[in-house]
């Protein structure tokens, strides 16, 4: 099925309607640098429509911070991107840096992961909110100041007078996060791209800024792509859910679909690996057994195979099709689980 | 969400308490104070350790002074004249007792105090090294920058080509190099010589350009390798450096509001670390210009074993040291936001 098909049926279901706010298309993301390659995505394809919430969810190294850093131009000189990302219609990929920056921030705009090392130890947290204010629009010092008040107040940092004229340092984890929040609506951004911006923070401070991220979606209409290793994290929030293994979508359903009958053995592997609340905190998770593939030699079968409870001789000849099996629902395998609910 | 919810409880307070308490309490008083106080032993050990140095070294200024043919008589007689006779240990605390009411003693050789010697001679060596250091960052920093902005493109890889060199050849060859080219050669400047800041500011510079040039240029090598690495380290690896990317801005924005300001700090070690080096420079070029500096005299009092000129030149290059270090850890917790407000 074609990539318009595609998003034809997850537009029935996602009840979005219309054009997509954001349509990647078979994203490529190679890494050279001395001879090595490193194949970090490996054709990405996912459409997101305004106001939704899309969930992207993968062990460490399976491509989501690379393929959502490739849309806002990101990534380091050795990345070789190739395929397709439009955003309201226009193609963000291989734009010179000159107009790509007039979509960071001001279309798109993203949170990191450790707020305390993405913020500028030397700089006070006004300074850094007002340039992301003045980055986009002929602002002045006033207005600029002013509408960071508002944006502090927006993300509910409490005292935001004091804190304006303080360093990083000064605040807490779950205030860093919530400033980031606010340099990222600065510019009233219509995609919000959290990358794992809750894992750095405790299970209190995340629940916090995870409602907060919550309720800015609704008052400002933005869409979220929501980037974790936690599927619970994507069953609490997401409408959408996008399951990646080295550098692929694997499957692909609205939240209550996919959660209700998980089909490719990888997600049901990552939910066995949810934190269930009576386990004490900080206890080690059950990983899935093995380890990812070899991103610079990647196998001719699906790629999850040597890992993989379910898999048959035919896995290790070709990688399965990423293909629509179910109204709505996709996945990539030859042996899917039952669709019994976990 | 509730408003009041706990984790914004762990809000780090900070106290605004009365100015002068602040002052009082402020960590780069407290730092002075301490830094201070410790220098007075470094000081002090410095000097002691010149003095037991020159009275192991062969020879005596009595002798020098009066030439090989004084009788021993003679000799003897301007030994206890110069109060060489005294035991060692006699010698060195009347010489701490004057040196801290500001008394350095009196010149062996040319009877002279050498107090009021080396208050003319600090102005020649003070310019000489204030220069140089100008010259070093005001060149390193936009150099640094340049290089930085596009790396490994044309510019950066000159750079780097020349302040490899430049790390790799001594400050006296540079000197002589220096010399052969603009002073023999093409005369623009004098090769050697002193001319004060009364005979007017571009004559002056004009004596002092190429000692400045040879001292700072190593200088220059060493802080634009390390500023321009530091930059890209920054450019490349700090999280800070994508969310300011992703904001917008623009890249000599980010490069200058961001990357440098925090590499300004790793900077600001490195030249305190240098300023060592930048002061010993001048013995050595001053001696190759015949610049009247400190160091200067120092050679020629050793040379005529004036260990009181010695001990005096010796514990100012001290004294300037310790302060140096001292201002660079005073810039450090005045410019550092997280030094300034005693975090961690
Ligand atoms: N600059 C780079 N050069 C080479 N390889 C890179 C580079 N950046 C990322 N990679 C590789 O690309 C792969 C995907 O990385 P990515 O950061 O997207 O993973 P991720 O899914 O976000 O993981 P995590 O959960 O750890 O953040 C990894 O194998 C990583 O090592
Ligand atoms: S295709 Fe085979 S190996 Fe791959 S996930 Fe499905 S069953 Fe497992
Ligand atoms: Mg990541």
């Not at chain 1, 204010?133 to 002013?146: N, Q, T």
């Not at chain 2, 070690?269 to 930048?278: A, S």
């Amino acid at each position: 099925m074609s990539i318009e098909e595609m998003a034809e049926r997850t537009a029935i279901v996602a009840d979005g309607g219309g054009q997509p706010l954001l349509e990647v298309e078979d994203l490529r993301v190679r890494f050279e640098s001395r001879g090595r390659r490193v194949n970090a995505v490996n054709g990405l394809s996912y459409r997101l429509y305004e106001g939704r919430m899309l969930a992207i969810i993968g062990e460490s190294g399976s491509g989501k911070s690379v393929s959502s850093r490739a849309l806002m131009g990101l990534l380091p000189g050795s990345a070789r991107i190739s395929g397709s990302a439009r955003f309201q219609g226009r193609q963000l990929l291989g734009l010179p840096d000159r107009e790509m920056r007039r979509h960071r921030g001001a279309d798109i705009a993203m949170v990191f992961q450790d707020p305390a090392r993405s913020l500028n130890p030397t700089m006070r947290i006004g300074a850094q909110i007002t340039e992301a204010v003045r980055a986009h629009g002929d602002v002045d010092k006033r207005a600029a100041y002013e509408r960071a008040m508002e944006l502090l107040q927006l993300v509910r940092l409490p005292a935001p007078e004091r804190r304006f004229h303080e360093y990083p340092h000064q605040l807490s984890g779950g205030m860093r996060q919530r400033v980031m929040i606010a340099i990222a609506l600065a510019a009233d951004p219509k995609l919000l791209i959290a990358d794992e911006a809750t894992t750095a923070l405790d299970v209190t401070t995340q629940a916090q800024i995870m409602e907060l991220l919550l309720e800015l979606q609704e008052r400002l209409g933005m869409a979220i792509i929501l980037i974790s290793h936690d599927l619970g994290l994507a069953a609490t929030y997401a409408h959408d859910v996008i399951v990646m293994y080295a550098g692929r979508a694997v499957e692909y359903a609205p939240a209550s679909t996919l959660f209700a009958a998980v089909r490719m053995p990888y997600t049901e592997a990552l939910l066995g690996a949810i934190p269930r609340l009576e386990r004490p905190p900080h206890s080690p998770l059950p990983v899935t057994p093995g380890q990812p593939p070899d991103l610079t030699a990647l196998p001719a079968g699906c790629p999850f195979e040597p890992r993989c409870p379910r898999a048959q001789d035919d896995c290790r000849t070709e990688a399965p099709p990423f293909t629509e099996h179910e109204p709505g629902h996709w996945w990539a395998c030859y042996h899917p689980c039952e669709g019994s609910s976990s | 969400m509730t408003v009041t919810d706990p984790a914004l409880g762990d809000a780090r307070e900070t106290a605004a308490p009365g100015v002068a308490t602040r002052i009082l309490r402020s960590p780069s008083l407290r730092l002075i104070v301490r830094r201070l106080l410790a220098a007075i032993p470094i000081i002090i050990g410095v000097s002691l350790l010149t003095f037991i140095v020159l009275s192991l070294i062969p020879g005596n200024a009595a002798q020098l002074l009066l030439g090989p043919e004084a009788t021993p008589e003679q000799v003897e007689a301007m030994t206890r004249q110069m109060g060489l006779d005294q035991p060692p240990v006699q010698r060195y605390l009347d010489w701490l007792g004057g040196a801290l009411t500001g008394d350095l003693g009196t010149s062996l050789v040319s009877q002279q105090p050498v107090t009021s010697e080396l208050g003319v001679r600090l102005g020649v060596t003070g310019e000489l090294v204030g220069l140089a250091f100008l010259m070093s960052l005001g060149f390193a920093i936009p150099v640094a920058l340049l290089a930085a902005y596009r790396p490994n493109r044309l510019f950066d890889r000159v750079s780097m080509l020349v302040s490899i060199t430049g790390l790799a050849v001594a400050n006296y060859v540079i000197a002589l190099l220096l010399v052969l080219v603009f002073a023999v050669q093409f005369t623009f400047f004098p090769a050697i010589g002193y001319v004060p800041l009364s005979q007017g500011l571009g004559e002056n510079l004009r004596s002092m350009l190429l000692p400045a040039v040879s001292i700072a240029f190593p200088l220059f090598c060493f802080y634009t390798r390390f500023l321009r690495g530091d930059l890209v380290d920054q450019l490349q690896g700090e999280d800070y450096i994508t969310t300011a990317r992703a904001k917008g801005i623009g890249p000599w924005q980010v490069l200058l509001r961001h990357a440098f300001r925090n590499s300004s700090f790793g900077l600001l070690t490195v030249v305190g670390l240098n300023l060592g080096t930048l002061i010993g420079a001048t013995v050595i070029i001053e001696q190759i210009f015949a610049l009247p500096g400190i160091g200067q005299l120092m050679l020629q009092a050793i040379n005529t074993r004036d260990f009181v000129v010695v001990q005096a030149c010796v514990v100012v290059f001290a004294v300037v040291a310790v302060l140096a270090n001292l201002v660079t850890d005073l810039l450090y917790a005045v410019l550092d936001p997280r030094i300034r407000y005693g975090n961690r």
